[in-house]
Nanobody, 120 residues
């Protein structure tokens, strides 16, 4: 019912910047929150940043001050501006959307991931 698509990943050099986008589409009643997780090679999936539709944000300590999450409620789109990228940021980044489908149902939807590779 809800389709989530990430874009903006790629290969950048250390110190560079990248902007990820994630759009949720479909018949959703309301959006509660959107956010980003990442999974690096050999590591567990970890939270990167989240944002509620009201603009409340939460960041992993490792990205705080370097990454900025924002949301466009009209477009059901979340963005992750990543600055001062480090090789340790290399991972597949997954977007999620915490969606209320109707008065009864609330579900999370996930994108397929976008690869971010930071070279030294």
């Amino acid at each position: 019912q809800v389709h989530v698509v990430e874009s903006g990943g790629g290969l950048v050099q250390a110190g560079g910047s990248l902007r990820l986008s994630c759009a949720a589409s479909g018949m959703l009643f309301s959006m509660n929150a959107m956010g980003w997780y990442r999974q690096a090679p050999g590591k567990q999936r970890e939270l990167v940043a989240t944002i509620t539709s009201g603009g409340e944000t939460n960041y992993a300590d490792s990205v705080k001050g370097r990454f900025t999450i924002s949301i466009d409620n009209a477009k059901n789109t979340v963005y992750l501006q990543m600055n001062s990228l480090e090789p340790e940021d290399t991972a597949v980044y997954y977007c999620y959307a915490d969606v209320r489908l109707n008065l009864l149902l609330r579900r999370d939807y996930w994108g397929q991931g976008t690869q971010v590779t930071v070279s030294s």
